[in-house]
């Protein structure tokens, strides 16, 4: 499956984005799909995933209760809105798809998106 990310952009401390992952292909109801996020100097980290029937969802525990993952199948598409956002979650933002989510470490993920970059400045 190919990925296209977006929704990506400069936002105020406290301000919200929504981030979108475009699929391409009839199989990507078959996918668990995850987004990670690679600050500068920094690994690249997990935040959110979610199972492929969108039934089940998972989340790093610096952005719970901040960040909500969705999908919807007949678009394709992943979903990330991010609220409340502070300077730490200022990033690059990839969105990756996993045969399952059994574990959320990025080499379960087989494919990437290019990623789209968040910048919150304070």
């Known amino acids: 499956v190919q990925l296209q990310a977006s929704g990506g952009g400069l936002v105020q401390a406290g301000g919200s984005l929504r981030l979108a992952c475009a699929a391409s292909?009839?199989?990507?109801?078959?996918?668990?799909m995850g987004w990670f996020r690679q600050a500068p100097g920094k690994e690249r980290e997990f935040v959110a995933a979610?199972?492929?029937?969108?039934?089940?969802?998972y989340y790093a525990n610096s952005v719970k209760g901040r960040f909500t993952i969705s999908r919807d199948n007949a678009k394709n598409t992943v979903y990330l809105q991010m609220n409340s956002l502070k300077s730490e979650d200022t990033a690059v933002y990839y969105c990756?798809?996993?045969?399952?989510?059994?574990?959320?470490?990025?080499?379960?993920?087989?494919?990437w998106g290019q990623g789209t970059l968040v910048t919150v400045s304070s």
């Open positions: 990756a798809a996993a045969n399952d989510i059994k574990t959320v470490v990025p080499n379960n993920f087989g494919s």
């Open positions: 979610i199972s492929w029937s969108g039934g089940a969802t």
């Open positions: 292909g009839r199989t990507f109801n078959r996918y668990a």
